[in-house]
């Protein structure tokens, strides 16, 4: 172990049982966990450091603290919003550029597709080719990319992508689209739906392979190969999504 590894605090001892605990037990959201005072008892802790480990919790969303009568610690729904906006942040905070990015996605998204026109329900087919014929108008491409995910009837598949929500929206970068790399993307878009939706499984991997790969030769060309993945600026919001 390095002499600069960071040793674990009491807090840690406390925060870890109680993760292990909701996890291993599959606790219902609102079960009741112990209190302050039975969490002292139980680790031999004191009151300020079970403090600092409820509110660990907290922050990380997987507990609700309520104070007053009726009060005490209950197990929080966890939200894939929570989750995506954290990774967005780790991923910006390690500099992560959009090549890296991209190259991801290249490996992971083809097969999922392939999944998706083998797996998606009707009611999915029937949504991708919809929303992808409502690009043009400004539908929000990461949704497409969503319900891809979710279709491959793969949870974590799904989740994955869930989490991945804000960074692939904070990723595009606007200025350098061209209207002709719009209408590309467009229509790149509508025959991965068309693909899923027919059951074409080989077509639908190719059709998301070749789409990614055109990102990343856009993002090469375009000089955005390092630049960070989350803008160090806002930019403006325009219809089409080059994802």
Do not use: C
């Not at 919790?57 to 929080?76: P, S, W």
């Not at 083809?110 to 400004?138: F, H, I, K, Y």
């Not at 539908?139 to 319900?147: M, T």
């Not at 960074?167 to 467009?186: C, F």
């Amino acid at each position: 172990m390095s002499s600069r590894a960071r040793l674990p605090k009491a807090s840690d001892v406390v925060v870890t049982a109680l993760r292990q605990q909701i996890l291993a037990e599959r606790l219902d959201v609102g079960a009741r966990l112990a209190s302050e005072t039975e969490l002292m008892e139980e680790f031999g802790l004191g009151r300020v450091t079970v403090r600092e480990a409820l509110r660990i919790l907290e922050r990380d969303g997987l507990i609700n603290i309520r104070r007053g009568a009726g009060g005490g610690n209950f197990v929080r729904e966890v939200g894939v919003e929570q989750i995506s906006d954290s990774l967005a942040v780790l991923l910006s905070m390690r500099d992560t550029s959009l090549l890296e990015f991209a190259e991801f996605r290249i490996h992971v998204e083809p097969p999922v597709t392939r999944l998706a026109a083998d797996n998606a329900t009707d009611e999915q087919r029937a949504a991708l080719t919809q929303m992808a014929d409502q690009l043009s108008v400004g539908a929000v491409v990461a949704d497409f990319h969503g319900l891809v995910a979710e279709a491959s009837g793969n949870g974590v598949h799904e989740i994955i992508s869930a989490s991945l929500r804000l960074t692939l929206e904070s990723q595009v970068r606007y200025e350098a689209v061209s209207p002709q790399y719009s209408e590309d993307n467009i229509r790149e878009h509508i025959q991965i739906a068309r693909a899923i939706s027919d059951g074409r499984a080989d077509d639908a991997e190719d059709a998301m392979r070749r789409h990614l790969e055109g990102y990343r030769r856009f993002i090469v060309e375009a000089g955005l190969a390092e630049a960070p993945i989350i803008p160090r600026r806002p930019m403006p919001v325009r219809d089409a999504h080059p994802m």
